[in-house]
């Protein structure tokens, strides 16, 4: 069976509508400590080896071009990306900037740090590296 998305987030996460997607998720929170750490792409990552359901919610995600941007954006910065810094380059409303965050973050793309009202993103580089090997396995 597939492995559970790796996520960075120390914040409670809001439950998913799909129970099943929720049992998917159980138990792949990575300690506070460990969260709060940047972690260097050259570094080892877990194997992350994905459902059809999450590959499918992934495709879903990237279908639309502003989602793949907001990923390229996001995939740029260093150490997170401020959710400030998307609404100052996308010409789009926030509420919109919202929606494409959460379908991002739904499908495993992104991880998402909340501390206090302020968000920070970076790209979930394990979950990704498994969709493209699952699609050059085609």
């Given at each position: 069976?597939?492995?559970?998305f ?13 129970p ?14 460990q ?24 495709a879903?995600?990237?279908a ?22 998307l609404a100052?380059k ?14 991002l ?19 979930n ?14």
């Amino acid at each position: 069976m597939g492995t559970d998305f790796p996520t960075r987030s120390t914040t409670k996460q809001t439950a998913r509508a799909d129970p099943q997607f929720n049992e998917t998720l159980k138990g792949s929170r990575v300690g506070e400590a460990q969260a709060m750490r940047h972690i260097p792409s050259m570094t080892t990552e877990p194997e992350v080896e994905l459902t059809d359901k999450q590959v499918a919610l992934i495709a879903r995600a990237l279908a639309e071009p502003r989602r793949h941007q907001i990923l390229e954006q996001i995939g740029a910065a260093t150490d997170g990306l401020p959710c400030l810094a998307l609404a100052q380059k996308h010409d789009i409303s926030a509420a919109t900037i919202s929606h494409h965050l959460k379908e991002l973050e739904t499908a495993g793309l992104i991880d998402v740090t909340r501390v206090g009202k302020a968000m920070s993103m970076t790209v979930n580089r394990a979950v990704l590296r498994a969709y493209l090997s699952k699609l050059a396995s085609i």
